[in-house]
C-alpha cells in the first residue's frame, strides 16, 4: 500500500501540469492581471502615463519585462511584478497583449 502513494502524487502533478499547458486562455488569464495599471486588454487610458501593450510587438514587450526582470530598466513596481512570472508566462502575456488592437 505504500508504492501507491508516491505513484498517486506523480499520476496528480502531471495531470496538473498537462491541464495547465492544455488552457488556451492562460495568456489572457496571466495578462489579466495587468488590467488595474495597462488597462483592459492592454488599451491604457489615455494622458495615464501607462504604455499601451495592446498591439506592441510581442519581441518589444518580452524585452521591456526582461528588462524589469533583471533590474536593467528602474521602475516603481514592474521589476517585482515581472519576477514572479516564468519566462514561458512572460512569453504567454506578451503574445497576448501583441494581439490585441
Known amino acids: 500500500m505504500k ?7 506523480l499520476c496528480l502533478l502531471a495531470f496538473a501540469s498537462v491541464s495547465q499547458a492544455a488552457d488556451p486562455n492562460l495568456g489572457r488569464n ?13 488599451n491604457a487610458v489615455k ?18 519585462l526582461a528588462d524589469y526582470k533583471s533590474g536593467d530598466k528602474p521602475a516603481s513596481i514592474m ?5 514572479g512570472y516564468t519566462e514561458a508566462q512572460l512569453d504567454l502575456i506578451a503574445g497576448y497583449f501583441a494581439a490585441q488592437k
Open 3 to 9: 508504492p501507491f502513494a508516491p505513484i498517486a502524487a
Open 30 to 42: 496571466l495578462a489579466a492581471t495587468c488590467a488595474n495599471c495597462h488597462g483592459t486588454n492592454g
Open 47 to 64: 494622458g495615464s502615463g501607462m504604455d499601451a501593450l495592446a498591439g506592441m510587438e510581442k519581441a518589444k514587450i518580452l524585452q521591456k
Open 79 to 83: 521589476h517585482q511584478i515581472a519576477k
